[in-house]
């Protein structure tokens, strides 16, 4: 167990400040109203965005250069500079935004907006309004998140770099108190009337993700090797040049380089009033990255590698790109257990996966009796785990020193309701893996997504391998637990008394549910061997 506060990546000022305790344990942050698609959205964002490290040059690559990241100066954030995109969110979400939320100056922008792409469009048959509609349906059916907010505060599913945008905030309370009369105003006047940098949506946990990606090069070599040792790498994957350079070329494939055509309607609908599109992005700052824990370089690396077996397999791009929602959010909750076994003085938590935790999952349908309680009792222990974690004694100094500004019980609430144990419960619950969705008794569930996504990146691209080895890599990288050795290991991390009645007696139901995604094939009655089938790229 760690005795001293959490060291920050990179070196950052602002972390003295952070006294919420699930914060300074987890990060900045990981935030339970931060949807899946903009906890992506806000990681592409860093990805495709101008970079900066302090005062240095712009850095256009996914990731830092290998050298800035090794050597990384101190007190010296990560800052990006996405773009803001009045015209697109306009055209393609006004008409779908609630009511109340439309300006009497941005349906006139709406009506200005539509009026000048009409008289830019000649068509040989049918109706020019009519088209428009074509187009307008299009954009809107890329929303990905914010259906119920004003317009320029939803976002689209990032299917290309053209559709990432900076989280754009309409003030309603200015518009009231000063009113406008014109479109024109509220852009001349851009950081009154919109807010850009308030993290309400885009709320830092892809900032957080994407520094994680960072930190593992800033990493001792012979620790990373190690590691990688252990957990059955290759050669490839421990070399730290080696993973930066198939990171660098394998994250600008999300890019979207087969949607040329969205891409030039997408930036032909934002320069339709240029006036606009420059003056909301000429003095728009550069947003700031906090700081994830150092030691989350462990579940950063696993997190890397995936990706690399993950954006190497040959598939659809859209359905890949869903692939890498649902492993952000895994990677999610794996950070937030793994970090919290570090800070967690329980003997119990001596056993587990190779982070020190454990998951017990079980069938989608119709578990057993056994299996549904033990699942219940496994998922009530990492709650728990969270909870104590959030109780270390050097995290309870620091939230003291808020006082009298805000009380060590307020700060508590708050870290467990919107950083911690709930957020944890939240996110399961969202992806499906733990359910019901209400009422009690919560466990964890296996998914025919998450089957598909650890096929994906437990085997390289093409790789085969034997179901028990499949059963401790699904083990070693996400303490999840199926049965054999790694559910005798997980019942007893859970605090139950080791025992058989959990293991399967009549066929393993992973084993089907493998077989019905066409992952397995049987060499013989006691040989089955996992495929990843997804060719490489």
């Given at each position: 167990m760690n005795t001293s506060l959490p060291k920050s990546f990179p070196e950052h000022g602002s972390i003295h400040i952070d006294y919420n305790p699930a914060i300074r344990l987890f990060g900045k942050r990981f935030f339970s109203e931060q949807t899946l698609v903009e906890l992506v959205t806000e990681f592409l964002s860093v990805v495709f965005s101008p970079k900066w490290i302090g005062e240095g040059a712009a850095i256009d690559t996914p990731l830092p250069p290998l050298e800035d990241l090794k050597c990384w100066p101190e007190n010296v954030g990560l800052s990006y500079k996405p773009p803001v995109k009045l015209n697109l969110k306009l055209f393609s979400f006004l008409s779908i935004s609630r009511v109340d939320t439309r300006h009497e100056t941005h349906k006139k922008q709406y009506e200005n907006l539509y009026k000048k792409l009409k008289s830019q469009i000649s068509?040989?048959?049918?109706?020019?309004?009519?088209?428009?509609?074509?187009?307008?349906?299009?954009?809107?059916?890329?929303?990905?998140?914010?259906?119920n907010r004003a317009w320029c505060a939803q976002n689209f599913f990032p299917v290309t770099k053209s559709l990432l945008t900076q989280e754009t905030i309409w003030n309603v309370s200015v518009s009231k108190r000063e009113p406008l009369n014109n479109w024109k105003d509220?852009?001349?006047?851009f950081h009154k009337y919109f807010s850009i940098s308030k993290h309400r949506f885009m709320a830092r946990g892809g900032e957080l993700l994407y520094l994680q990606l960072c930190n593992i090069f800033n990493i001792s070599e012979t620790r990373i090797m190690d590691f990688a040792r252990r957990i059955g790498f290759s050669d490839e994957e421990s070399d730290l040049s080696k993973l930066h350079q198939s990171l660098q070329d394998i994250l600008q494939t999300l890019d979207g380089s087969n949607t040329s055509n969205l891409d030039k309607l997408v930036n032909y609908i934002e320069s339709i009033d240029l006036d606009t599109h420059e003056k909301s992005?000429?003095?728009?700052?550069?947003?700031?990255?906090?700081?994830?824990?150092?030691?989350?370089?462990?579940?950063?690396?696993?997190?890397a590698v995936e990706i690399r077996r993950l954006l190497s397999s040959v598939m659809d791009p859209i359905e890949r790109l869903e692939m890498f929602v649902t492993g952000c959010a895994l990677q999610v909750l794996r950070s937030i257990c793994a970090q919290s076994v570090r800070y967690s003085d329980d003997a119990l938590y001596t056993k587990g996966s190779m982070l020190g935790y454990a998951w017990l999952f079980t069938p989608p349908d119709s578990p057993s009796q056994q299996q549904r309680m033990v699942s219940q009792r496994n998922l009530q222990a990492n709650l728990g785990l969270i909870q104590k974690a959030l109780r270390h004694g050097e995290l309870k100094k620091n939230a003291a020193k808020a006082a009298p500004r805000k009380s060590v019980e307020s700060l508590y609430k708050e870290a467990d309701n919107k950083y911690g144990h709930k957020l944890?419960?939240?996110?399961?619950?969202?992806?499906?893996i733990i359910a019901p969705f209400r009422g009690p008794g919560a466990r964890f569930i296996m998914t025919d997504s998450i089957i598909q996504y650890m096929v994906l990146v437990l085997l390289r691209p093409g790789e085969r391998c034997t179901y028990d080895d499949f059963l401790r890599r699904l083990y070693l990288h996400f303490g999840i637990a199926i049965e054999g050795e790694e559910l005798e290991d997980a019942v007893i991390w859970s605090g139950l008394p080791a025992n058989s009645s959990m293991q399967p007696h009549n066929g393993s139901w992973l084993e089907d549910m493998l077989r019905a995604g066409g992952f397995l094939k049987e060499l013989s009655d006691a040989c089955s061997i996992v495929c990843n089938n997804f060719g490489k790229a």
């Amino acid at each position: 167990m760690n005795t001293s506060l959490p060291k920050s990546f990179p070196e950052h000022g602002s972390i003295h400040i952070d006294y919420n305790p699930a914060i300074r344990l987890f990060g900045k942050r990981f935030f339970s109203e931060q949807t899946l698609v903009e906890l992506v959205t806000e990681f592409l964002s860093v990805v495709f965005s101008p970079k900066w490290i302090g005062e240095g040059a712009a850095i256009d690559t996914p990731l830092p250069p290998l050298e800035d990241l090794k050597c990384w100066p101190e007190n010296v954030g990560l800052s990006y500079k996405p773009p803001v995109k009045l015209n697109l969110k306009l055209f393609s979400f006004l008409s779908i935004s609630r009511v109340d939320t439309r300006h009497e100056t941005h349906k006139k922008q709406y009506e200005n907006l539509y009026k000048k792409l009409k008289s830019q469009i000649s068509i040989n048959k049918g109706d020019v309004e009519e088209a428009i509609g074509w187009i307008e349906e299009l954009l809107r059916g890329f929303q990905g998140a914010g259906f119920n907010r004003a317009w320029c505060a939803q976002n689209f599913f990032p299917v290309t770099k053209s559709l990432l945008t900076q989280e754009t905030i309409w003030n309603v309370s200015v518009s009231k108190r000063e009113p406008l009369n014109n479109w024109k105003d509220s852009i001349n006047n851009f950081h009154k009337y919109f807010s850009i940098s308030k993290h309400r949506f885009m709320a830092r946990g892809g900032e957080l993700l994407y520094l994680q990606l960072c930190n593992i090069f800033n990493i001792s070599e012979t620790r990373i090797m190690d590691f990688a040792r252990r957990i059955g790498f290759s050669d490839e994957e421990s070399d730290l040049s080696k993973l930066h350079q198939s990171l660098q070329d394998i994250l600008q494939t999300l890019d979207g380089s087969n949607t040329s055509n969205l891409d030039k309607l997408v930036n032909y609908i934002e320069s339709i009033d240029l006036d606009t599109h420059e003056k909301s992005n000429q003095k728009v700052k550069r947003l700031e990255c906090e700081w994830c824990p150092k030691d989350s370089w462990q579940e950063g690396y696993l997190f890397a590698v995936e990706i690399r077996r993950l954006l190497s397999s040959v598939m659809d791009p859209i359905e890949r790109l869903e692939m890498f929602v649902t492993g952000c959010a895994l990677q999610v909750l794996r950070s937030i257990c793994a970090q919290s076994v570090r800070y967690s003085d329980d003997a119990l938590y001596t056993k587990g996966s190779m982070l020190g935790y454990a998951w017990l999952f079980t069938p989608p349908d119709s578990p057993s009796q056994q299996q549904r309680m033990v699942s219940q009792r496994n998922l009530q222990a990492n709650l728990g785990l969270i909870q104590k974690a959030l109780r270390h004694g050097e995290l309870k100094k620091n939230a003291a020193k808020a006082a009298p500004r805000k009380s060590v019980e307020s700060l508590y609430k708050e870290a467990d309701n919107k950083y911690g144990h709930k957020l944890f419960l939240s996110l399961g619950k969202k992806m499906g893996i733990i359910a019901p969705f209400r009422g009690p008794g919560a466990r964890f569930i296996m998914t025919d997504s998450i089957i598909q996504y650890m096929v994906l990146v437990l085997l390289r691209p093409g790789e085969r391998c034997t179901y028990d080895d499949f059963l401790r890599r699904l083990y070693l990288h996400f303490g999840i637990a199926i049965e054999g050795e790694e559910l005798e290991d997980a019942v007893i991390w859970s605090g139950l008394p080791a025992n058989s009645s959990m293991q399967p007696h009549n066929g393993s139901w992973l084993e089907d549910m493998l077989r019905a995604g066409g992952f397995l094939k049987e060499l013989s009655d006691a040989c089955s061997i996992v495929c990843n089938n997804f060719g490489k790229a």
